[in-house]
């Protein structure tokens, strides 16, 4: 059984930076997606950053240059360092972890959630 566990959050003010970390526990093939979705109030949930099995990442366009994931796989634990923060920010970011390792920026690809993390940036 696949748990994900996010932390890190919480409230900054614009300009500033926030690493946001998730922990796995439970097995699941290391060659498969992981990434960080969020969502905002009255919008719908996307993806932010992605990583394959073989450490490519895409980002969408709003937080290229300033966000960056990464993963430890000795430490089953994804992470995501914001840096730059603007109140455009400002959502739910969520850890999921997908069996597949390939597609990796669709949201329905992915099997496995945690409770999320909120961010805030004013």
């Known amino acids: 059984h696949v748990q994900l566990v996010e932390s890190g959050g919480g409230s900054v003010q614009a300009g500033g930076s926030l690493r946001l970390s998730c922990v796995r526990s439970g097995y699941i093939s290391k060659s498969g997606c992981m990434a960080w979705f969020r969502q905002a109030p009255g919008k719908e949930r996307e993806v932010v950053a992605s990583?394959?099995?073989?450490?490519?990442?895409r980002y969408t366009d709003s937080v290229k240059g300033r966000f960056a994931i990464s993963k430890d796989n000795a430490k089953n634990t994804l992470y995501l360092q914001m840096n730059s923060l603007n109140p455009e920010d400002t959502a739910m970011y969520y850890c999921a972890a997908a069996i597949r390792g390939y597609d990796c920026i669709t949201m329905a690809n992915y099997n496995y959630w945690g409770q999320g993390t909120q961010v805030t940036v004013s």
């Open positions: 990583i394959n099995g073989l450490g490519g990442t």
